[in-house]
């Protein structure tokens, strides 16, 4: 396990590092600086009250090369690398899972630090924009694939967020529109009166003048 920002991987820590100087208003993941990430990290490998670790090789355990780079800000679930997989390149795929359930199942959200980056900065400037037609193509352009994937809570409320307006939001319209028709046929009824009696009184007077 990373006990110390020194032994992270040069590549990652200078992601964090500029991830730590964006402002990302919108996005509900916030990542860590390398300092952050090496405590953060702890906490989910270790006991904090004995300082025993959690990690294990059976399935459903924290593994020990795991490192913490972000949380949602929504529960704090955990966004995080395989220090294992850090390729050649110095990219590694990014992961996030549940926590609290004693099990854990990470997906992959990104297959790159970069890549994330570009997700949130590219959410934070749509949520920023009027979401035209164009802004919305371009998300599902860059990270359609990610959004897309079955069971992927982070980028599945995303794609809700943007794509699909809520059931409540969609209740409320569909509402006004039959308050609007009701209205509509309650004056075209009141018309229909009016223009009888008017037809009416027309009659009257010229059977009668």
Not at 117 to 138: C, N, Q
Request: charged share 25%; hydrophobic share 45%; aromatic share 10%.
């Amino acid at each position: 396990m990373v006990t110390s920002p020194e032994q992270l991987p040069e590549s990652v820590s200078q992601v964090l590092e500029r991830a730590a100087r964006c402002d990302f208003n919108s996005c509900f993941l916030r990542l860590l600086t390398p300092a952050e990430a090496v405590a953060a990290t702890k906490e989910y490998a270790c006991d904090p009250q004995t300082g025993e670790s959690f990690c294990g090789t059976q399935e459903g355990d924290w593994r020990e090369s795991w490192l913490v780079i972000g949380a949602t800000d929504r529960d704090a679930d955990p966004v995080f690398i395989d220090t294992a997989q850090v390729g050649p390149d110095g990219t590694c795929p990014v992961f996030y899972a549940f926590h609290g359930d004693g099990y854990w199942d990470p997906e992959i959200i990104a297959p790159s630090l970069d890549a994330l980056l570009g997700y949130m900065k590219l959410i934070d400037d749509l949520d920023e924009a009027d979401l035209s037609d164009e802004a919305l193509e371009r998300l599902a352009e860059q990270v359609g694939l990610v959004i897309r994937a079955d069971g992927n809570e982070i980028w599945e409320s995303i794609w809700l967020r943007f794509f699909e307006p809520p059931a409540e939001e969609e209740d409320r319209a569909e509402a006004g529109k039959r308050v609007a028709r009701g209205w509509i046929a309650t004056l075209i009824v009141i018309c229909s009166i009016l223009l009888g009696i008017y037809l009416v009184v027309r009659l009257c007077i010229y059977l009668f003048a």
